[in-house]
């Protein structure tokens, strides 16, 4: 496979799963969802070692420039960080994915902001010395907010 064969590749799939990522947002007048909590997240919120079990690779920085470069560079370096974090796109759910760590495997993180962001932030924190539960602990406080199923908002 030539690397326009892969590039026009990996943008179909940038394209097809930044359409399935970006949260609505909520009006303070809309009635609240079902309260269930998805499963993956309880699973996740109730096992403080929770682990994802990602072992695929991190796309090459190389398909990507700014902020994606950035985000996909970050996941490069701290893969094992990110296998322990809950992705707050709720990919998890929505997707099939296993950890944050699955969205740089392929190219949902280019498309998804809070991806990126949770990806980046990561790896401050891990540069500054966090351990992975106080990452983990900061990523909950600043990311989380209740699921919203895709078409019921």
Known sequence: MNKESLLVIILSVIVFVSFGCKKPSVEKDMQPHDSSQPMVYMEYKNNPDWRGGEMGSIVPTTYFTGQIR?????????????????????????????????????????????????????????????SIKDIRAAIDSEFYEPYEPHGQH
């Open 70 to 130: 950035e985000a996909y560079a970050a996941a490069a370096e701290i893969p094992e960080v990110l296998d322990h974090l809950y992705c707050y796109c709720y990919c998890a759910e929505d997707h099939g994915h296993r950890s944050l760590r699955t969205c740089f495997t392929d190219g949902h993180g280019s498309g998804c902001d809070i991806c990126m962001s949770e990806a980046i932030r990561a790896r401050e924190l891990d540069k500054k010395g966090y």
